[in-house]
């Protein structure tokens, strides 16, 4: 099924597909978009502490920053189309009877597919954290309330692309391998919060 690229749309237009009566774009592709609104906050931060005479001894490590944001931001709006066909692909399954041939050879691959790019968001949103840690004592001072801001959207990030998880995670066979991804996936969402606490502790909220 090819779609749309969510990144492409006017932000009423994928609004409003995001509210539709569709199954796609669903929960793992918001987590996408609202990492890369946090990636995008934090670059602010990051854009009005470059050139600042006060911060001039960090200014290779916020270049440094910057460059690791936006190649996140990338990754997480490539994951938000890739989560909407991951989706798209197992609800087509969902579809056809148990017993069907072509769902009993694919249906494997397309719950992976549907468990590992929500998972993938979530350890992008957690890229974010790490680097939002790191930027906190050098930034613009005068902006850290946003750089907290950005730390609670990819918190959120987070939670919300592990629903997925959770959910799609429910459907495998393998006990052994829901344990484990279920596991994981409480770790990631407490390491979340965690670095989310921390980061807003510097920021002084």
Do not use: F
């Amino acid at each position: 099924m090819r779609m749309d690229r969510l990144g492409d749309l006017v932000l009423n237009d994928m609004l409003d597909r995001l509210g539709s009566k569709e199954p796609v774009p669903g929960g793992g592709a918001a987590a996408g978009i609202v990492g890369a609104l946090s990636a995008a906050l934090a670059s602010m931060v990051v854009a009005y502490s470059l050139g600042r005479k006060s911060l001039a001894a960090h200014q290779d490590r916020l270049e440094a920053i910057d460059a690791t944001l936006k190649e996140l931001r990338a990754v997480l709006l490539e994951s938000a189309d890739k989560d909407a066909e991951a989706y798209a692909g197992l609800n087509e399954l969902w579809g056809l009877p148990k017993d069907d041939p072509v769902r009993a050879e694919r249906w494997g691959g397309a719950l992976q597919k549907a468990i590992n790019v929500p998972t993938s968001i979530m350890k992008a949103a957690e890229s974010l954290l790490l680097e939002y840690r790191g930027l906190a004592p050098i930034c613009n001072q005068n902006l850290t309330s946003d750089l907290a801001g950005a730390a609670a959207l990819a918190e959120a990030c987070v939670k919300s692309a592990g629903q997925n998880v959770r959910v799609n995670a429910g459907m495998l066979e393998d006990e052994g391998e829901k344990v484990r991804i279920l596991d994981d996936l409480a770790s990631r969402r407490a390491r979340a919060r965690e670095l989310c606490q921390e980061i807003e502790k510097a920021c002084g909220s």
